[in-house]
């Protein structure tokens, strides 16, 4: 097989290529320390740490000013407190002036010793700091008693503690002239499934703690979040109706669909219903019970004539009840009667 100097040089270009993309994807997973431009003066750098067996980024911000760089939250990665300080002077040639933690796991406050030893002030809120004594995290120099405004050269930013909710103390930051909004863990990302750990958290108080960010800063234009692509600002909606979900009862409801032989006693169904009826009473495993006719106009029941709702807590729940004595008693009323049933559970959503 033969092939010409052009087919040559093009597959030649190819393999560079994808020799370069396989570097460049390489050295991407195994970054440690990434600076992007936010707008203008403001940067969103990336450390990683690793999270149940994953690699997790960290996302933080810093702003510079003609006094000094302000960091907003500290390295996850313990090895990229000084980098990041490097890569700051090198691209910017100013120093961190202040650091300030939105709350107090280490995603936030690892580097705030280390900082405050390098001289540079460090800032939390005097709750994250009782936090962060009880649960030996690092700690600040200065305290914040109550939400506070900072002014420095023509940027001003307000910190705002809105309530519980991925901790007890999450705060949230906010520059009302960029209109940036500085999230922290509180929020998740925009196509995020879960809002990641809550063992430190308020599941009851999460969604009215958001609800009091979304009130307080409406149209933001930009969303900073911490474990999650931040460009897409639906991040504080989605988080919203997250945490709602964690208020609503799981429930499994059992349907059971009975269509009954045309020459079925009628006394013998009756009693059948009211067996059936009976059974909450008897079982405590079932929560809600409830039952109707059908009187739908469309004729689509295929001779189901009758509807009746179990709800459970748990699908454990529900097979011990399908085993029950009672309920097998119950069963026994059924074959002489029933013409058909059918049955379909769910989780409610």
């Known amino acids: 097989m033969f092939f010409n100097n052009q087919v040559l040089k093009s597959c ?31 940067y969103v750098y990336t450390t990683y740490n690793t999270y149940q067996d994953s690699k ?33 002077y090198k691209r910017h040639q100013k120093k ?27 800032y939390t809120t005097a709750l994250t700091d009782l936090l962060s004594k009880k649960n030996n995290a ?37 520059f009302p002239k960029e209109r940036i909004l500085l999230g922290g863990c509180l929020i998740k990302g925009a196509k995020d499934d ?14 009215n703690t958001l609800l009091k960010v979304q009130k307080k800063y409406p ?49 013998s169904v009756a009693a059948a219903i009211r067996a059936f009826e009976a059974l909450p009473g008897q079982i405590n495993l079932i929560k809600k019970f409830e039952w109707g006719v059908n009187n739908s106009p469309e004729n689509l029941n295929q001779g189901l004539t009758h509807c009746f709702l179990l709800t459970f807590s748990c699908e454990k729940d529900r097979d011990a009840y399908l085993i029950h004595p009672i309920h097998q008693a119950f069963t026994k009323l059924l074959p002489n009667i029933l013409d058909k049933v059918t049955v379909v559970d769910y989780w409610v959503k």
Do not use: C
């Open 138 to 174: 690092k700690r600040a120099e200065f305290l914040m008693q109550k939400d506070t405004s900072f002014t420095i050269d023509q940027y001003k930013f307000e910190l705002y503690y809105p309530g519980e909710g991925h901790t007890q103390d999450n705060i949230v930051i906010w």
């Open 194 to 207: 879960n809002l990641g750990f809550l063992g430190d958290g308020n599941t009851q108080e999460y969604a």
């Open 12 to 42: 030649f270009a190819l393999i560079l290529f994808l020799a370069g993309q396989s570097f460049s994807s390489n050295a991407q997973s195994n970054q440690k320390l990434h600076i992007e431009q936010l707008k203008g003066d403001f």
């Open 96 to 122: 961190v002036l202040m650091a300030l933690a939105t709350h107090w796991h280490s995603d936030k406050t690892a580097g705030l010793e280390y900082y405050r030893k390098a001289g540079i002030a460090t």
């Open 219 to 267: 149209n933001p234009n930009f969303i900073i979040t911490t474990h999650s692509d931040w460009r897409d600002i639906n991040s504080l909606s989605n988080s919203i109706k997250m945490a709602k979900e964690l208020n609503v009862e799981k429930a499994l409801r059992h349907v059971v669909l009975f269509g009954w032989k045309a020459n079925a006693n009628k006394d």
């Open 56 to 88: 997790v980024r960290a996302n933080g911000v810093y702003l510079v000013t003609k006094k000094g760089v302000v960091l907003f939250d500290t390295p996850w990665d313990t090895t990229q407190f000084q980098p990041l300080l490097d890569s700051i």
